[in-house]
């Protein structure tokens, strides 16, 4: 429902975390300093005791510890609970919180690197941004207020009050508003995104990554590649790689290649991408290989299969475009001159010592 994807992509913006701040800096001077301490380091642990996962509540943690950490210092630093001094005591001990956050981000980052957790690793990622904006967004504004305070507070105080609560009402607004419409923009791109099982050698499923994400990190991840090499009458269809491919565009490869989707089997690969090329459901298909072809782009275990037709008349309905039959004698004249795709090149010597001489032997014999 959209009402509840609205409130699951507003419950889950990490800079959520700083409301207890904004509420803090309404509260302050308007009631007791210790009584909007208090209010506000309850707002900041709702998360914690309602149970959320701490990915999604760093920056609440982060509010609490800050919370807490300047109402111990404000009985010996701000005795008097002045509530201006007492807010800037509690903004510096949250900026000290966040830098403190953020020197520790390589043991948090390593530390959910050994978990197959993609989601825990995205709300730590966005808080990492968020911490990085506020912490800077805050030290300019303390150094801002500090410079108005030594030159000029004495005859503006109305200034002096603006800087001090309105200006940093203003720069928690302005991050909140911004990481919500970057969660949105990403959640309306990922609608449309390719999800890629990641995989091991031996093609268990270990979680999932966006396409577009696993191609920018090249060949970090492995993931589970359907080819099938079409042969009529011992010769092999082949047509140059779309230019969109990432590995060897404009190369000449079978007509069918596809990764296979998150949740998806290797029978509804083939499926789709048969359907996609010649707009057909059906082709006989026969496993005869697997292995893991890597390089400096990408990384993936290619599952080898291929459809020998054995009719002119099946073939010609299959309405192929864009490419034609090579013998054994033109590829073998051609290997190596660099028209050919690299994992095409791979497997040939495999195909001719097997299928091909096999559909060869069968084509001859009827």
């Known amino acids: 429902m959209p009402t509840d ?11 959520l975390g700083l409301f207890p701040y904004l509420v803090f800096s309404i509260l302050i001077g308007q009631i007791a300093t210790l009584y909007a301490f208090a209010i506000a380091f309850g707002l900041s642990i709702i998360p914690l005791l309602l149970g959320r996962s701490k990915e999604l509540r ?5 509010s ?3 919370f807490f950490g300047a109402f111990l210092l404000l009985f010996v630093l701000v005795p008097d609970f002045q509530s201006q001094r007492s807010f800037m005591l509690a903004e510096v001990m949250l900026v000290v919180f966040l830098m403190i956050f953020r020197l520790s981000r390589k043991k948090l980052i390593k530390k959910l690197g050994k978990k197959r957790v993609g989601e825990k690793k995205f709300y730590l990622y966005e808080s990492l941004q968020v911490a990085f904006q506020l912490q800077y967004a805050l030290i300019f504004h303390l150094i801002l207020v500090l410079g108005f305070r030594v030159f000029f507070s004495v005859q503006y105080l109305l200034i002096d009050l603006v800087l001090v609560l309105n ?4 720069i928690l607004v302005v991050i909140i508003v911004l990481e919500s419409l970057r969660i949105r923009l990403l959640s309306k791109r990922l609608q449309g995104e390719e999800w890629l099982p990641v995989i091991n050698e031996s093609g268990v499923v270990q979680g999932r990554i966006a396409k577009s994400v696993s191609i920018s990190m090249k060949n970090k991840f492995l993931h589970p590649i359907v080819r099938i090499a079409l042969i009529y009458d011992g010769m092999l269809y082949l047509k140059e790689r779309d230019s969109s491919k990432l590995l060897d ?5 079978y007509p069918f290649e596809t990764y296979m989707q998150y949740n998806h089997n290797i029978g509804e690969a083939i499926k789709n991408v048969v359907n996609k090329e010649v707009n057909c459901d059906v082709l006989p298909t026969r496993f005869i290989l697997k292995y893991v072809f890597e390089n400096e782009y990408t990384k993936r275990l290619v599952y080898l299969y291929v459809s020998a037709i054995r009719s002119e008349k099946a073939f010609e309905e299959l309405r192929l475009e864009d490419g034609k039959l090579w013998t ?6 051609n290997i190596g001159s660099n028209i050919f795709s690299e994992t095409f090149e791979l497997e040939f010597d495999y195909l001719k010592n097997t299928v091909l001489m096999c559909d060869i032997a069968i084509s001859g014999f009827e």
């Open 58 to 62: 760093i920056l609440f943690d982060i």
């Open 167 to 170: 200006l940093f009402q203003v």
């Open 328 to 333: 054994i004698n033109q590829i073998e004249d």
């Open 64 to 66: 609490a510890w800050s």
């Open 5 to 15: 994807s609205f409130i699951n992509r507003v419950l889950s913006n990490p800079a």
């Open 249 to 253: 565009p404009g190369k000449l490869d």
